[in-house]
């Protein structure tokens, strides 16, 4: 089971918006580390989606954005099209496991 | 243009030791702030992340998996180094190091492809 949870899939149809949640704790996102997504199409490597909790890096389409308060996160993709069927990650930093980062367990988006 | 490339033995026996090793180019690990991170993902999970090299030598580590790992850097070679020992069979999956810099809150931001390690008897 993961630190930081995720729901393990979420659907949507084409154009409709949807949204992962990332819920860690007081030692990792409640205690002010950064969250970055990725996302990681079918048998590729994982991209770099959001960093620093809301940023996109050059490239990513706004569709894609990103937010985080308490000891949560979330990633939101509007207007959702076929390509972005993937699975999703959060990472951040935990200062209970001796400095050392995490991962989410992953969300599966299925576009319908 | 940052790009990672990941090398290393495909196939492995338990209690063997796994060394992989990170070819990079488009930075360099002699320049403030610059890192390369090791992850790795089972077939069908999550991804796990490993440990983490920067400029000035500091390393972190995995709690989990700390008293078997190793980084290293080789800096004139742009190469970064990742020993596993006493692998097992759980060991098993892909193994990808990626670049961290300053740029992007440390993030992850350029991934190698990837290279699959299997370890069995």
């Known amino acids: 089971q993961s630190i930081l949870m995720q729901p393990p899939s979420v659907s949507g149809a084409p154009g409709q918006r949807v949204t992962i949640s990332c819920t860690g704790s007081s030692s990792n996102i409640g205690a002010g580390y950064d969250v970055h997504w990725f996302q990681q199409l079918p048998g590729t490597a994982p991209k770099l989606l959001i960093y620093?909790?809301?940023n996109r890096p050059s490239g990513v389409p706004d569709r894609f954005s990103a937010s985080k308060s308490g000891t949560s996160a979330s990633l939101a993709i509007t207007g959702l099209q076929a390509e972005d069927e993937a699975d999703y990650y959060c990472?951040?930093?935990?200062?209970?496991?001796?400095?050392?980062?995490?991962f989410g367990g992953g969300t599966k988006v299925t576009v319908l | 243009q940052i790009t990672l490339k990941e090398s290393g033995p495909t196939l492995l026996k338990p209690t063997q030791t796994l060394t992989l090793t990170c070819t990079f180019s488009g930075f360099s690990l002699t320049s403030n702030g610059e890192g390369v991170g090791w992850i790795r993902q089972p077939p069908g999970q999550a991804l796990e992340w490993l440990a983490v090299?920067?400029?000035?030598?500091?390393?972190e580590y995995s709690s989990s998996l700390k008293t078997r790992l190793t980084i290293s850097k080789d800096t004139p070679k742009n190469q970064v180094v990742l020993t596993l020992t006493n692998m097992e069979p759980v060991d098993t999956g892909t193994y990808y190091c990626?670049?961290?810099?300053?740029?992007?809150?440390?993030?992850?931001?350029?991934w190698g492809q990837g290279t699959t390690v299997s370890v069995s008897s």
């Open positions: 990472q951040s930093y935990d200062s209970n496991l001796g400095g050392s980062e995490l």
């Open positions: 990626a670049h961290r810099g300053p740029y992007n809150n440390y993030a992850m931001d350029v």
């Open positions: 620093g909790n809301i």
């Open positions: 090299i920067y400029w000035n030598d500091d390393k």
